[in-house]
C-alpha cells in the first residue's frame, strides 16, 4: 500500500506503537469486574462475572461517532469452562480501528478453537463469526508482510478424511478479513512459497501409501498449477486396500443425519469428489 493514498484516519493507527504486527493479548480482569482498554480511537471493555454467578462474559467494543457492539460468551456457575483469549489485532485494513480477536476452547479432545471477530464496518461494529478450528486457539499471523493479521491455519476438512489423525499434515487455509467478512484468499500467489514448502512433505506421505497425504499433495499441488503430475502420482501410490472415505453424504438433515449416502467406487473416485466439495466451504471445520 502506497503512504500517500491512505486514508486520513489510518495515519493515526500507524503513528500508535500499540499497532504492533502481532496480536496484542489483552488480560482478563481478575474475579469479577470489567477493564477497559483503548487503541487509537477505538476501546474494549471486558466485562467478568463472578465464576459461580449466572451471566455472560461480555466483550464491547466502541468508537466515537459510531454503534458500539457487545458479544455475550456463555458462562455457566460451578461448570469448567475455558476463558475466552482476547487480542487486539489489525487484520481489516479497510478501517481506521484495530479489530478484537476473540479464540475460546470450547473443550474436547479435538475440537475446537471458536473464532470471533469485532470489525468496524461503515460505522457499526459488528460480531463476524470466525469458525470453529481445530485446536485450542487460533492466534492470527501476518502471512503475506502487509501489516494485517490472517487466519492462518491447516485444512481442517482433511483430518481423519483418508487417514488416521495424526499421519498426514493438512494443506494451509488463510482467511482475510475485509469489511466484516473473512475472505478465502489462500488461493492467491501471495501464498504460493507456503505451498511449495509444504509439497514435497505430502509428496513423500503419499510416496508412503498414506491416501490422506496423497489427498493433500493433489490438492496443494493443484494450486500450484500442478494437478495432473499430482494426479498420476497420486494413482501411482495410493493405498488401495485401503476404504477409509470411501464413504460420504450429499444432504444432512439439521439433526446431521444423512440424507443422501455417496459410495464411491475408489479412493480416485472419493478425491476427485472431495476435491470439487472444498472450493466452495466457510472458515474452520465443515
Ligand atoms: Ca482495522
Ligand atoms: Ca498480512
Known amino acids: 500500500m502506497r503512504l500517500d493514498i491512505l486514508p486520513a484516519g489510518l495515519w493515526l493507527l500507524l503513528a500508535l506503537?500499540?499497532?504492533?504486527?502481532?496480536?496484542?493479548?489483552?488480560?482478563?480482569?481478575?474475579g469479577p469486574g470489567q477493564q477497559s482498554f483503548q487503541f487509537g480511537t477505538a476501546s474494549v471493555t471486558i466485562a467478568m462475572p463472578a465464576p459461580d454467578a449466572a451471566?455472560?462474559?461480555?466483550?464491547?467494543?466502541?468508537?466515537p461517532g459510531t454503534r458500539p457492539v457487545t458479544l455475550s460468551l456463555d458462562h455457566y456457575p460451578d461448570i469448567h469452562e475455558f476463558p475466552p483469549s482476547v487480542s487486539m489485532v489489525e487484520m481489516d485494513a479497510t478501517n481506521a480501528t484495530p479489530e478484537i480477536f476473540i479464540s475460546r476452547f470450547s473443550g474436547g479432545a479435538h475440537c475446537c478453537a471458536v473464532v470471533q471477530i469485532l470489525d468496524l464496518v461503515a460505522g457499526q461494529w459488528r460480531i463476524v463469526e470466525g469458525g470453529s478450528w481445530n485446536g485450542s486457539e487460533?492466534?492470527?499471523e501476518d502471512a503475506d508482510g502487509d501489516g494485517e493479521q490472517e487466519i492462518v491455519h491447516g485444512d481442517d476438512r482433511f483430518?481423519?478424511?483418508?487417514?488416521?489423525?495424526?499421519?498426514a499434515g493438512t494443506p494451509v487455509r488463510i482467511f482475510k478479513l475485509v469489511q466484516g467478512a473473512l475472505a478465502d484468499v489462500t488461493a492467491s500467489p501471495l501464498y504460493r512459497p507456503r505451498d511449495e514448502r509444504d509439497l514435497p512433505n505430502f509428496q513423500q506421505g503419499c510416496a508412503n501409501h498414506d491416501n490422506g497425504a496423497c489427498a493433500a499433495y493433489v490438492a496443494v499441488a493443484t494450486?500450484?498449477?500442478r494437478r495432473d503430475e499430482a494426479?498420476?502420482?497420486?494413482?501411482?501410490?495410493?493405498?488401495?486396500?485401503?476404504?477409509?472415505?470411501?464413504?460420504?453424504?450429499?444432504?444432512?438433515?439439521?439433526?446431521g443425519n444423512c440424507l443422501a449416502d455417496i459410495r464411491y467406487k475408489s479412493y480416485p473416485d472419493a478425491l476427485a469428489g472431495f476435491l470439487q466439495q472444498i472450493d466452495s466451504a466457510g472458515p474452520g471445520l465443515p
Open 55 to 63: 451471566g455472560p462474559i461480555l466483550i464491547t467494543a466502541a468508537s
Open 159 to 167: 483430518l481423519y478424511r483418508y487417514s488416521c489423525y495424526a499421519c
Open 231 to 255: 494426479w498420476r502420482f497420486m494413482l501411482d501410490h495410493y493405498d488401495r486396500k485401503s476404504d477409509w472415505g470411501l464413504k460420504d453424504c450429499a444432504l444432512r438433515d439439521d439433526r
Open 223 to 225: 494450486r500450484l498449477g
Open 138 to 140: 487460533i492466534i492470527p
Open 17 to 30: 506503537p500499540a499497532m504492533a504486527q502481532t496480536p496484542e493479548k489483552l488480560p482478563l480482569p481478575h
